[in-house]
């Protein structure tokens, strides 16, 4: 049987780290695509010298031409630009959406039955173009900020009650920017829900918010230390988890944003959800019911990518 192919759109620093990760763990053959010449082709010779010492089996290769990605079974698209410090993920949109255009068709052409991740910000609003851009059913396109923005929350909680990450769930819904909504109720720490572990004096409410708002300013906080850009170990490492879950028909139960289609109250969006993943793409969404504060919480975050939806379609007649 063949290796699965794993397309990745835009070899930067995300796409390096995807192709790195995806050979590491033998996910598949790997394609790097970008428009930077010799930047693909780089990252691919380079990774694949790391095969003998690392002992795997996987072919790497850096194009400009989208024919090599023809029929992937997952694309993760990366391309476009990322944050400097002062600039919000919603400053990107203009030219990250022509962008996103390029890739849909690319994509629509060469890898119709391809599952896709989206990564470039501002993520909910991009996805969404890509999913119209490409025509590709809408289980099959999903974007990767859930499963980061609750790895920095398990992260901060982890090292705040002194235990192992393994043992800490969390939860963080909405759209990937300051409206995020770190699920406080539905974290918990091998079972036990935050409130409980406030209850017992493992933490102050205090800290617990502290920690929430760290959680949504996690991206900001890299951007700031950088300097040159964004994250991107763990932004890649949260969508190589994805593609896997996708990939070995895991049915991993992981945030993504997903098409909703009345799901949580919203329609013909993509939000972060809570969504099962396997062989079938975005398989289902699990439609919890959110208490009164969660719902104004995720209310308002809808809201915010509503807004950049709307500017999208402003900015290209195709997607009104
Ligand atoms: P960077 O290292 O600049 O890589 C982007 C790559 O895209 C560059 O190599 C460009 O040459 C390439 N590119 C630009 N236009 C095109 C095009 N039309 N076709 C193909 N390739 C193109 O950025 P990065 O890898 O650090 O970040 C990539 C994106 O991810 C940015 O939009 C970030 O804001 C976003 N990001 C999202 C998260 C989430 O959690 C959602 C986290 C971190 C970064």
């Not at 859930?146 to 929350?153: H, K, N, Q």
């Amino acid at each position: 049987m063949a290796r699965p192919k794993i397309a990745l759109i835009g070899a930067g620093q995300i796409g390096g780290t995807l192709a790195h990760l995806a050979a590491l763990k033998e996910l598949g053959d790997v394609v790097l695509f970008d428009i930077a010449e010799g930047t693909p082709e780089g990252k691919a010779l380079d990774i694949a010298e790391s095969g003998p010492s690392e002992g795997f089996d996987a072919h790497l290769k850096g194009t400009q031409d989208y024919a090599d990605i023809a029929g992937a079974d997952v694309c993760i698209v990366t391309a476009g630009v990322p944050r400097k410090p002062g600039m919000s993920r919603d400053d990107l949109l203009g030219i990250n959406l022509k962008v996103m255009k390029a890739v849909g068709e690319g994509i629509k052409t060469n890898a119709p039955d391809a599952f896709v991740i989206c990564i470039t910000n501002p993520l909910d609003a991009m996805v969404w173009a890509l999913q119209k851009f490409s025509g590709l059913p809408a289980e099959k396109v999903c974007g990767m900020a859930g499963v980061l923005d609750s790895a920095r929350f398990r992260h901060f909680l982890s090292l705040e009650f002194g235990v192992s990450m393994k043992d800490v769930t969390a939860f963080v819904l909405g759209g990937h920017g300051d409206t995020m909504v770190p699920c406080a109720r539905y974290s918990t720490v091998a079972g036990i829900p935050l409130p409980d572990l406030v209850k017992m004096g493992w933490t102050t409410q205090e800290k617990l918010d502290a920690i929430i708002q760290r959680t949504r300013d996690g991206g900001a906080e890299i951007v700031g230390l950088l300097k040159t850009g964004s994250a991107f170990y763990a932004p890649a490492t949260s969508a190589i988890e994805m593609a896997e879950a996708y990939l070995k028909d895991q049915k991993r139960v992981l945030p993504s944003a997903a098409y909703c289609s009345g799901e949580l109250g919203v329609k013909d969006m993509y939000v972060g959800v809570p969504t099962v993943i396997g062989a079938g793409g975005i398989e289902r969404i699990v439609n919890i019911k959110l208490n009164k504060d969660e719902q104004e919480m995720f209310d308002k975050s809808v809201e915010a990518v509503k807004g950049l939806v709307e500017a999208c379609k402003g900015i290209d007649e195709s997607l009104a």
